[in-house]
């Protein structure tokens, strides 16, 4: 009778175990949930996605390149007289050439893995959020030491994004300045490293174009407007067999009038810095395409009733 009394008992608390397990583990899944939200509201943010997105497209379009020191150094005249002299007057062409080179390809495995890194963290974002929103319980707890690695992984992926938005150094394996040039002087400790101009663009509100000429403005993104030598190229867009002129200006400013163009066609006009010495990748361009007008077009809109 005592054995048959106690099981009712027994049943009741391997129940009430059950549901406590059961209630442990809601609660431990919730936890877990709660810490993947936080990341992905937080660190790994669809905000801090685009931001990176935009950081990643400016850099694109940006110019690189060698930031040289020091800038000047003091050498010895025939007369052993010290001048202050440009470093740039005093660096072998060659080698100079070489380093521009070394500039080019360390800049362009920046931005590939940049934008790799970008699609890594765009992809570990949507991998996260498919297990909180969709996945039931059993799937997430089984799959929560892969859940942890990629937490991991797209910590370090952020990490190492944030370190490569920024051009480095570069490491010269030679002197870039011979003996025979400093006459006796100490060779310096030159030091190369790569920095960024922002890309210049079009203003597309101050640039038009009327019967036979056209008026381009531009200027530098995200900075204040300064004066730089720029290459102004255009050319016809042309039809069929036709040939299209093109002409390439020189611009000290930051505007220029292109005359003798054809009325009533399409002209394509491109504006970019022009190059340097230490200029090491330059490839974006910005584009504008602007039709010049027919006789009929001014007369139409001199025509055309005021309100």
Aim: some cysteine; glycine content about 4%; aromatic content about 8%.
């Amino acid at each position: 009778m005592a054995a048959t009394s106690n099981e009712p008992k027994s049943s009741s608390e391997s129940t009430a175990h059950r549901e406590e397990q059961g209630s442990a583990t809601w609660e431990l899944c919730l936890r877990r949930r709660s810490l993947i939200q936080q990341f992905l509201h937080s660190s790994l943010s669809l905000r801090y996605l685009q931001k990176q997105q935009d950081k990643v497209h400016l850099l694109q379009r940006c110019s690189f390149y060698l930031d040289i020191e020091p800038k000047y150094v003091n050498v010895r005249d025939q007369n052993h007289v010290l001048h202050r002299t440009e470093i740039l007057q005093l660096i072998d062409r060659e080698r100079l050439q070489r380093m521009r080179k070394v500039g080019k390809t360390q800049t362009q495995i920046q931005l590939l893995l940049l934008t790799e890194l970008l699609e890594q963290l765009q992809q570990g974002w949507e991998e996260l959020n498919f297990y909180v929103e969709v996945c039931d319980m059993v799937t997430f707890f089984s799959q929560w030491d892969a859940i942890r690695q990629k937490l991991s992984k797209l910590t370090g992926f952020m990490e190492t994004l944030l370190s490569l938005e920024f051009p480095g150094k570069i490491c010269a394996k030679h002197s870039l300045v011979s003996h025979a040039d400093l006459r006796g002087t100490r060779r310096p400790s030159i030091r190369l490293s790569l920095y960024t101009k922002m890309p210049v663009v079009f203003d597309r509100s101050e640039s038009f174009a009327l019967k036979n000429w056209a008026r381009l403005k531009w200027f530098t993104e995200n900075q204040e407007s300064h004066l730089e030598q720029c290459e102004l190229s255009f050319k016809l867009l042309t039809f069929g067999l036709e040939v299209g002129l093109g002409r390439t200006y020189q611009v000290s400013s930051n505007s220029c009038i292109v005359p003798d163009l054809k009325p009533g066609r399409s002209y394509e006009f491109t504006i970019r810095r022009s190059p340097e010495q230490t200029l090491v990748f330059d490839e974006w361009r910005d584009t504008i395409i602007l039709t010049t007008r027919t006789a009929e077009d001014l007369q139409s809109s001199t025509c055309a009733p005021e309100g």
